[in-house]
Nanobody, 118 residues
């Protein structure tokens, strides 16, 4: 069972910032893409941001210009810098790592709570 180590969630006031990180095991050498999803109460899980091999980026429209996804290939780690946070960003954020040789849909982190409120 592959475990992803997530960190960085918490509580922040509106317009504040948080940085999430997620590390995959170093022995996985065929990662194709890494990214973040989120799920708010009573809503479906949605893609927030993703970075693929070659640096191709995908962002949800609601976070474009405020969030930045990046990855450190040497550390098998993906980051999500979240700025100008809004209450509607409140959700559990899940890391997703897709390994070319792994299961379809990739591996998932345990989730980290992000709460934006005053």
């Amino acid at each position: 069972q592959v475990q992803l180590e997530e960190s960085g969630g918490g509580w922040v006031q509106p317009w504040g910032s948080l940085r999430l990180s997620c590390a995959a095991p170093r022995n996985i050498t065929t990662i194709s893409r890494m990214g973040w999803y989120r799920q708010a109460p009573e809503k479906q899980r949605e893609l927030v941001a993703q970075i693929a091999d070659g640096g191709h980026l995908i962002y949800a429209a609601s976070v474009k210009g405020r969030f930045t996804v990046s990855r450190d290939n040497a550390k098998n780690t993906v980051y999500l810098q979240m700025n100008l946070l809004k209450p509607e960003d409140t959700a559990v954020y899940y890391c997703n790592v897709v390994d070319q040789l792994g299961p379809r849909g990739g591996y998932w982190g345990q989730g980290t709570q992000v709460t934006v409120s005053s």
